[in-house]
């Protein structure tokens, strides 16, 4: 999947999301590394969802993972939790508020 797609299928995702639990400020970076690479912004600052396709150096919570494992998490055919366990999602942050926010806003 080519980075735009990626970038599109996150930002449908994060738009749809219920923020109605969320009650703290949040940024963060998602960056794809592999052949389909880049970076996402994306924020809940008061009550205000934002989300781009640039790299932010200032984020809570930054996020990598290769391309082949982003679109296992799209798909749904791995999990989250298990993917950050094992490796295969590296997070730099806070990475307490990352799972307060990942129990609030799973689906």
């Known amino acids: 999947m080519k980075f735009q797609e990626s970038y599109q299928l996150i930002k449908t995702k994060f738009d749809a ?3 109605s639990k969320v009650d703290k400020d949040f940024s963060a970076v998602v960056n794809i590394t592999g052949k389909n690479s880049g970076s996402i912004y994306a924020a809940y600052i008061g009550k205000k969802k934002i989300i ?3 790299k932010h150096d200032k984020a809570s919570i930054f996020v ?3 391309d082949n494992t982003f679109e296992e998490l799209i ?3 791995t999990d989250p939790f298990k993917a950050f366990t094992t490796g295969k999602v590296k997070a ?3 990475i ?9 806003i799973k689906k």
């Open 96 to 104: 307490f508020l990352a799972l307060s926010l990942y129990k609030k």
């Open 75 to 77: 798909n749904k055919k």
């Open 64 to 66: 990598t993972m290769s």
């Open 92 to 94: 730099k942050g806070n």
């Open 52 to 54: 781009e396709p640039v």
């Open 17 to 19: 999301m219920d923020m």
